[in-house]
């Protein structure tokens, strides 16, 4: 069972930058596919966002509309970590960000314009607040 713990969160001036990472431990990250997800306030857990996802094969990436040109997901091997870039950062992108893998190794996830990219999650991380404010 993979164990996910998150950092880099904060809080930053709108226009700013942050890189959240996600260090796993417990086995490869690479053989699943991972994401980013985040929660805003006032919202639940099952309205969660899927702000970007990578399938297990790394060959196919997605990004929610609200943060196309502003977040990169990547997922570095060697370290058993994955990140998410965040530039240009909006006060719209408060929130909880979380980090979450699929269930099975070799799996993908779906995209749904409602929601953003979802999979048959597995493991999540604790989460870490990103505050936008001036």
């Known amino acids: 069972q993979l164990q996910l713990v998150e950092s880099g969160g904060g809080l930053v001036q709108p226009g700013g930058s942050l890189r959240l990472s996600c260090a796993a431990s417990?086995?490869?990250?690479?053989?699943?596919?991972i994401g980013w997800f985040r929660q805003a306030p006032g919202k639940t857990g099952k309205e969660r966002e899927g702000?970007?996802?990578?399938?297990?094969?790394?060959?196919?990436?997605s990004y929610a509309d609200s943060v196309k040109g502003r977040f990169t997901i990547s997922r570095d091997n060697a370290e058993n970590t994955m990140y998410l870039e965040m530039n240009n950062l909006k006060p719209e992108d408060t929130a909880v960000y979380y980090c979450?893998?699929?269930?099975?190794?070799?799996?993908?996830?779906?995209?749904?314009?409602?929601?953003?990219?979802?999979?048959?999650?597995?493991?999540w991380g604790q989460g870490t607040q990103v505050t936008v404010s001036s």
């Open positions: 417990g086995d490869s990250l690479k053989d699943y596919a």
């Open positions: 979450a893998t699929s269930s099975r190794k070799g799996s993908s996830y779906y995209y749904d314009r409602a929601v953003g990219c979802v999979m048959d999650f597995g493991s």
């Open positions: 702000v970007s996802c990578i399938n297990s094969s790394g060959d196919s990436t």
